[in-house]
C-alpha cells in the first residue's frame, strides 16, 4: 500500500506570497492532519479534516488554511507568507485521527525569503 | 496545560550498546502515546504506540517503550544500537482533544 505523499518537496517563495501545498493520503485513510515544524518551535498541530470537514485546530493565523476533498486529498494553503513561514510542512493520514495511528508524509520544505 | 517533555535534547551511544530516551507528560488523564522517529530530511516513521493494556510495547526495529503512569512516563529502550539508529526520535501524546502533541525530540548520535 503506498504512503503518504506530499507535493512539492521544497519550495520557494518571497514574502507576501501565498502558497498551496498538496496531501495524499494512505488509501482508505480518511482523516488529514498537517503539521509545522520548525527549529525553534518544534512540531506544531495546524489542523486536521475528516470527510471534508475540518475537525480541529490549532493555534495558527488565520493566513493558514486547509480543505480536504472527496477522496481525502488535502491542501493546505498560506497567504501573505512571512519569513517566520518557513518551515518542513508535514502531512499525516489515519482511518480516524480519535482512534488510529498516524502516518506520515515526507513532507514540504518551505523557504520563505 | 497538555504537554509532553523530553529531558535529553542529545544523547550519544556507542553502537552496541544499549539507549534509553526519556518522555514524559503532563495533565491528569492518560494520553495515547507514541514514538516516532525522523532521519534527516525524512518524515516521522511511527517506532511503537501505547493505547492500554500490557504496559511494556515492543515496536519495530527492536525498540520497546515501558508505560508507567506513576511517573507519568513513557521511555523508550533498545537493546543493542545499530549505526542506523542515528536520527531524531520524538514522543507525542493525544489527549481528548485529539491534538497530537510532541516533546522537543531527542537526537541520537552512535559512534562507532
Known amino acids: 500500500k503506498a504512503g503518504v505523499t506530499q507535493t512539492p518537496r521544497y519550495l520557494i517563495k518571497t514574502r507576501g506570497q501565498q502558497v498551496t501545498l498538496s496531501c495524499s493520503p494512505i488509501?482508505?485513510?480518511?482523516?488529514v492532519s498537517w503539521y509545522q515544524q520548525t527549529p525553534g518551535q518544534g512540531l506544531q498541530f495546524l489542523f486536521e479534516?475528516?470527510?471534508?470537514?475540518?475537525?480541529n485546530k490549532g493555534n495558527f493565523p488565520g493566513r493558514f488554511s486547509g480543505r480536504q476533498f472527496s477522496n481525502s486529498r488535502s491542501e493546505m494553503n498560506v497567504s501573505t507568507l512571512e519569513l517566520g513561514d518557513s518551515a518542513l510542512y508535514l502531512c499525516?493520514?489515519?482511518?480516524?485521527?480519535?482512534?488510529?495511528?498516524?502516518?506520515f508524509g515526507p513532507g514540504t520544505r518551505l523557504t520563505v525569503l | 496545560a497538555q504537554s509532553v517533555t523530553q529531558p535529553d535534547i542529545h544523547i550519544t551511544v556507542s553502537e552496541g550498546a544499549s539507549l534509553e530516551l526519556r518522555c514524559n507528560y503532563s495533565y491528569g488523564a492518560t494520553p495515547y502515546l507514541f514514538w516516532y522517529v525522523q532521519s534527516p530530511g525524512q518524515g516521522l516513521q511511527l517506532l511503537l504506540k501505547?493505547?492500554?493494556?500490557?504496559?511494556l510495547v515492543q515496536g519495530i526495529k527492536g525498540f520497546e517503550a515501558e508505560f508507567k503512569r506513576s511517573q507519568s512516563s513513557f521511555n523508550l529502550r533498545k537493546p543493542s544500537v545499530h549505526w542506523s539508529d542515528a536520527a531524531e526520535y520524538f514522543c507525542a501524546a493525544r489527549w481528548g482533544d485529539y491534538k497530537l502533541s510532541f516533546g522537543a525530540g531527542t537526537t541520537v548520535t552512535v559512534r562507532a
Open positions: 501505547y493505547f492500554s493494556g500490557d504496559t
Open positions: 499525516a493520514s489515519s482511518g480516524d485521527f480519535r482512534t488510529d495511528t498516524q502516518y
Open positions: 479534516y475528516f470527510s471534508e470537514t475540518q475537525r
Open positions: 488509501s482508505g485513510h480518511r482523516s
